[in-house]
Structure formats: C-alpha cells, structure tokens
C-alpha cells in the first residue's frame, strides 16, 4: 500500500505548488516542503515491518488532513478539483486498509466490491485529473489574461500620471506665459497712451506754431499802424494849437483827437498783448536751433530757483517759503540748450511758488509755503538725470491733469497766464532733449513734476 | 538816399510812406516798393544803381527774399547795394542762410521803425 504515500506526496507537492504559484500563505509552504521529507520518510518506513500499519494510518491521516485543509482554506479553491479526483481513491485506499483488519470472512465478501469500486475510483480519478487539468490550464490562461490586463492597466496608470506631471508642468508654463504676456499688452497699451500723448502734444506744438505764424503779419501790421496813428494824432493836435478857431470848435476837434489817440492807444496795448503771445507760440517751432553744450545741471537749477523766488517776491513783498534744495554731487555736466531748459524750469519753479502764494493766500492757517527741489543721477544701462520740483500747494484737480500740457489751457485768471509755459515746457524738454517731463499731483496736497533728461 | 522795399504784403507801402512821412517831405529819403522778388530785380536793372539799400522780406511767394539776396549778390558787385533782411520772429534757420549769402543786416518782425531809422542814421 504505498499507493497512499506517493499520492499524498503527490498531493502535497500540487498543493504547495498550487501555492507558490498564486503566492499565498508562504507559512503552509514552507511546512509543505518539510513534510514531503516527512512523508518520503514515511514512504520508506511501510517497508519496516513493525510499525508497517502505524505508519498506514499515519498516511490515511494524512490524506483525510489534506482533503480538509484543501476544502477548508479558501486559497486553495483552485486545487480542488484535482483533489476531486483523488477522493474517491483515497476513501477506497482506507477502506481497504480498513477491511485488511476485519476478520478474514468479511473481508473476503468486501474484497470483490472494493476491487470493483478500485477500478471505478481509478477511472474516476483519471478522468477527473484529465478535466482539472483542462479546467486549470483554461482557469491559468484566464488569469494570465487578467494579469496581463492589469499590467497594462497599470502601465496605463502610470502613463496617465506621468501625463498628469506634464500636463501640469505646460499648464503652470502656460499660465506664466499668459502673465508674462498680459504685462507685455499693458505695457505695450502704456506706451501706446504715451506715444499718442507725446504725437497729440507735438501736433498741437505744430498747430499753434502755425497758427502764430500766420496771426503774426496781420498782427504787425495791426500794431505798426497804430503806431502811425498815435503819432499823427499827436501831429494833428499840435496843428490845431497853431490854427485860428474859436475856443469851442478848437476844444471840441481836440477832445476828438484825443479820443482817438486814446483808442489808438488801446488797440497797441492790446495788440501788444496779442503778440506776446504769438511769440509764446512761436517758441513752439523752434526746433533744434542751437548747439547743446554741457552744462552744470546742478549749478544752473540753484540759479533759477533763486530767480524765480526773487522774481515773485519782487511783485508781492509779503511772499514767503521754504525752499529745500538737494542737489545730486554725482551730477557733472548734463549737454542742453542752456536757455530752453532755462526757461522750462522757470516755468516750473514759477508755477510752483505761484501755487503755494495762492494756497498761501487763501487763508489756510498754520500753512507754510514749501518748495522741495532736488536733481538725481539715475543709471539704467543709459544715464538720466530727474530735476524734481515739489510744491505743497494747491494741487492740480484730476478732471484737468490731462490738459495741463496742451498750449492755452491755465487755471490762471485771464491775463495772468497765457498757458503756454507747461506746453513750452513739455515741448523744448520732450523734443528738443529727448526727456521726458511728468507730472504727480494729489488736490489739496502737493503737486510734482520731474524732468527726466538724458546725460 | 533810395530805398526798395520788398515784400509781398502791399500795405507794407502805406505804412512805410506814413512812418517816413517827414524824411520823405524832407527829401531826405525816397522809398521804391517791389511787391515780389522778380518785381525788384526787374526795378534793379531799370533803375541801375539807384537804389542805395534794400529791404526785404523772406517768405514771399515766387522768388523768396533768399533767392533775390543771392541774385542781388551774384549781380551787382560794384558798389554792392546794401541788403537788409527782415526775418520772423525765432527763426534762426533763415537768418543763418541770408548770414551765409551776404545780407548786410537784419531786422526783426514785427518791423521797429525807431530801430530802422537808427540803423539808417537818420534820427
């Protein structure tokens, strides 16, 4: 009966390969590999007499443990339709170990069944082991298929992942692009509103300087002939001294006479009036005339503040201010037209002091008037000097910060400005020194404008 | 002494014969006009080297005072008539070139008679 022991080696040695191939219970393996030792000992050992039927019923244990370890662990599923087969044939090997130890009559009455039954258990298994192998080999290509699929599943996963990062990275690329870009278009729209600004104030330069120049001739006509008038008025009154008329006709022509030379005399004020302004406009032509030379920034903006100071103080004694002057040692000689900058920053500074005079005027109590001046040399990659003239003054309203560069528009009453001086300003430092001349003002508070010429 | 003046505006006559009303009455000026370039060029050699000194306007249309300075120059060499310029206000571009021609002197508009007369010594 060494039958059992090969089968159950057989079996064990299915159920621990059955194991390491689904990768379960590596403790069930590991016992399995020592008792194939352990049942290959009890293989030899049915040859040793003695203990021959000990040792039966040892492997006949064994078997039946086998049967239900496999039908009670629920890893070993797979197995049991192999251990199917094996039933049968393990129930009739006990069975007949069994009827060995029956008394010798019953076991001849057995014998015939059980041989039958042998050969019945035999077919079975054969036929059994031939179906579980089909069913194991579909069951093993299935699960390869699905490990195969879940390797490409997981392949695809990673794929997505790897995907995700990317996609992540473009998107994060995209948007900094996207910022980079919406800086760049509102840079760009910045510089558009300058350079229209600057073409709208160079057209309006042009316009005025046109404009005067065509008022001009009529204009001196205008003025010389009143000129030629007053003079014969004056004539034809000390004619009528020296002529023989009655007191009261003479009284009469010469009261006319002068009338008329009174008129006369309003018509050259005024015309006067006109020209000084055509020839602010006319400035605005003047375009490139002149050689720069270098000039101590420093030195000539000192000087005008001091003109301009002693210039309002001349017309209104009582005019005050603190005047705060810092001047960049760094700045050396800066090349400009020395009497185009001159007057720009008398235009500034006059502004300036104007505005605090009025603040000042208005009766605001413990104001004090106070200029700030300084110049600054700033390097970016090209040199510029900024002259910044500060004045807590009034303010400039926003409503009209837009108009403070164009030619006629002032908020002095008439006669005491003609608007020009910004717009001469903005013109002899924009065209004529390639600067730029800005404007920051807060109403109520202060106003600043910064000269930004190129060294 | 005779002078041309020169210049497209015709009340430039009128104003002038009213300013020099005394030296004219006094004979001490005669005034000539030309109311183009062309027109003073033509008076020049009908008149040959009668007109002491000459006054003119630049933009004119036609020949420009620049032109008729520089034919004034090229032609009449001996004794050279005087040629005074009489430039816009700021424009320096102009006075340069008739400097470079040869204008003996300029005046600015708007024209100052007082000054003129100064120059002409005739106060």
Do not use: C
């Not at chain 1, 008022?215 to 002939?225: A, G, K």
């Not at chain 1, 000689?333 to 920053?345: C, H, T, W």
């Not at chain 2, 020949?63 to 034919?71: A, D, F, I, N, V």
Request: overall charge negative.
């Amino acid at each position: 009966m060494q039958l059992s022991a090969v089968l159950l080696i057989i079996i064990i040695a299915q159920i621990r390969k059955q194991l390491i191939r689904s990768k379960q219970l590596p403790d069930l393996q590991e016992l399995l590999k020592k008792s194939i030792v352990v049942v290959a000992v009890l293989f030899v050992l049915t040859n040793v007499g003695p203990i021959e039927e000990i040792v039966r019923l040892v492997i006949d244990a064994l078997l039946i443990l086998s049967i239900y370890i496999v039908y009670n662990r629920e890893e070993l599923k797979p197995y049991r339709n192999i251990m199917y087969a094996y039933i049968p044939f393990i129930i009739l090997s006990i069975l007949k170990h069994i009827t060995t130890m029956l008394p010798e009559s019953w076991e001849d009455a057995v014998e015939t069944y059980v041989d039958a039954a042998s050969a019945f258990a035999i077919i079975w298994m054969v036929a059994m082991l031939i179906i579980a192998n089909k069913q194991n080999k579909a069951l093993r290509t299935e699960t390869q298929k699905r490990e195969e699929e879940e390797k490409m599943k997981q392949l695809a996963e990673e794929k997505k992942a790897e995907l995700e990062v990317l996609v992540a990275e473009r998107t994060k690329e995209l948007l900094l692009q996207k910022e980079e870009l919406q800086l760049a278009v509102e840079h760009l729209k910045a510089t558009q509103d300058q350079l229209i600004h600057a073409e709208k104030m160079a057209s309006l330069g042009e316009l005025t300087a046109g404009i005067a120049h065509e008022i001009q001739n009529p204009l001196n006509f205008v003025n010389n002939f009143s000129e030629v008038n007053q003079e014969l008025a004056e004539e034809m009154k000390e004619d009528l001294e020296k002529m023989q008329l009655s007191e009261a006709d003479k009284t009469h022509l010469i009261s006319l006479v002068n009338n008329i030379r009174q008129n006369q005399d309003k018509i050259n004020f005024h015309g006067k009036r006109a020209d000084s302004i055509v020839k602010g406009m006319l400035q605005h032509s003047r375009k490139g005339t002149g050689q720069k030379e270098p000039v101590d920034l420093n030195e000539m903006v000192d000087e005008y503040v001091r003109l301009s100071y002693h210039g309002l103080r001349a017309k209104d004694k009582n005019f005050n201010a603190t005047i705060d002057v810092h001047l960049d040692p760094a700045i050396t000689k800066v090349p400009l037209l020395p009497q185009d900058i001159g007057r720009a920053l008398l235009n500034i500074l006059n502004n300036a002091f104007y505005a605090v005079n009025e603040k000042k005027n208005s009766g605001i109590p413990d104001y004090s008037p106070t200029i700030r001046v300084n110049t600054r040399l700033v390097d970016k990659g090209k040199k510029w000097v900024y002259v910044t003239v500060r004045d807590n003054g009034n303010g400039i309203p926003d409503a009209v910060k837009d108009k403070i560069f164009q030619p006629f528009f002032t908020t002095k009453p008439t006669g005491k400005g003609t608007g020009l001086g910004l717009s001469l300003s903005y013109d002899i430092i924009t065209q004529g020194h390639g600067g730029e001349l800005k404007m920051l003002s807060k109403e109520g508070e202060f106003t600043e404008f910064v000269i930004k010429l190129p060294v | 002494m005779k002078i041309l003046v020169v210049d497209d505006e015709r009340d430039i006559q009128m104003l002038f014969e009213q300013r020099f009303r005394r030296e004219l009455r006094q004979g001490a000026v005669e005034l000539a006009f030309a109311f183009s370039g062309e027109e003073a060029l033509t008076y020049l050699s009908n008149h040959h080297h009668e007109a002491v000194l000459i006054l003119s306007d630049i933009n004119m249309p036609g020949m420009s005072g620049l032109e008729l300075l520089h034919h004034i120059k090229e032609r009449y060499e001996n004794p050279p008539p005087v040629v005074m310029m009489i430039t816009a206000y700021g424009d320096a571009e102009n006075f340069n070139k008739a400097m470079e021609l040869g204008a003996d002197d300029f005046l600015t508009k708007p024209l100052d008679f007082n000054i003129l007369k100064e120059k002409l010594k005739l106060n």
